[in-house]
């Protein structure tokens, strides 16, 4: 039926490719996410004529894209209007975590087209050595993302209760004024001044647990509720996801005491692991 569906479709369409499927069996559809807007629905698009050693083949995700809008010329049209781009990026991120449950997937990069079918399968093809290199090391493994900011309503309870102490200097002793102060100047230079170190730490920490481990700019997104101290990505074999979860959540709650808030986000696919 994908074969019938791409020999009837315009010639002024294109191959878009979500995403590259390894699995011993053709994956199923009736999960799959509507893809980009204006686009044709999502479908298989097998790469091994033959089933290779080992029993598993591939399959790329794709869909027809109309070329008039996003051909070369459209696409670059666009790409300073960040909300189209964003609908896009999520759009394309949708479908491929449709098939997060498969043995391997490798996510392409946002806007990957090809004039044909035959080309979308070439290219594939002509990188057999580097893409089978990807699917032995990523097969069975999930991408865990963990961010970790600095809990600004701790900080400022920290900032209030320095405050509280000045104000109220003249009422107690001199000597139970200065613990006092030391405590809060203590706790409020844990959190200024060695965050950093606090967070490598745990990134260390929690790296032993994972396959391979990727710190990401912290400056990348925008975060809510305090400085973003840490953004990285873990990537975890499946059968160990349930104690990674469990390791990062022991983490949270000893370095929450501590004015750290811990977000773990996942399973996904291997987006930021795909391209080593």
């Not at 964003?86 to 498969?102: D, K, L, N, Q, Y």
């Not at 087209?113 to 699917?135: C, K, M, P, W, Y």
């Not at 965050?195 to 391979?212: G, P």
């Amino acid at each position: 039926m994908d074969e019938d569906v791409a020999k009837n479709r315009s010639p002024m369409t294109g191959t878009y490719v979500y995403c590259l499927v390894a699995a011993p069996r053709r994956p199923a559809l009736r999960r799959a996410r509507q893809g980009l807007a204006g686009m044709g629905p999502v479908r298989l698009l097998e790469v091994n004529e033959k089933k290779p050693r080992g029993g598993v083949s591939s399959w790329l995700v794709v869909a027809d894209a109309p070329l008039d809008r996003y051909g070369e010329e459209a696409i670059n049209r666009h790409l300073s209007d960040l909300d189209w781009v964003s609908r896009a990026a999520v759009a394309h991120e949708s479908v491929i975590e449709s098939f997060v449950a498969a043995p391997a997937v490798l996510p392409m990069k946002l806007f990957t087209i090809f004039t044909s079918d035959e080309r979308a399968r070439g290219h594939i093809q002509g990188q057999s050595v580097r893409i089978n290199s990807l699917v032995r090391r990523l097969a069975n493994h999930q991408e865990w993302g963990l961010r970790v900011v600095l809990d600004r309503t701790d900080a400022a309870d920290t900032a209030r209760t320095v405050k509280r102490i000045r104000q109220a200097r003249t009422e107690i002793s001199g000597r139970s004024f200065l613990l006092q102060k030391k405590t809060a100047r203590d706790r409020s230079a844990e959190l200024a001044h060695r965050a950093q170190e606090t967070v490598a730490a745990l990134f260390d920490r929690l790296s032993e647990h994972a396959a391979k481990s990727k710190r990401r700019a912290a400056s990348e997104l925008p975060v809510q509720g305090g400085p973003l101290l840490l953004d990285a990505a873990f990537l975890v074999a499946a059968r160990k996801a349930a104690r990674f979860r469990k390791v990062v959540g022991r983490e949270a709650r000893t370095l929450g005491r501590q004015g750290y808030l811990l977000t773990l986000t996942g399973p996904w696919p291997p987006y930021t692991f795909v391209q080593d």
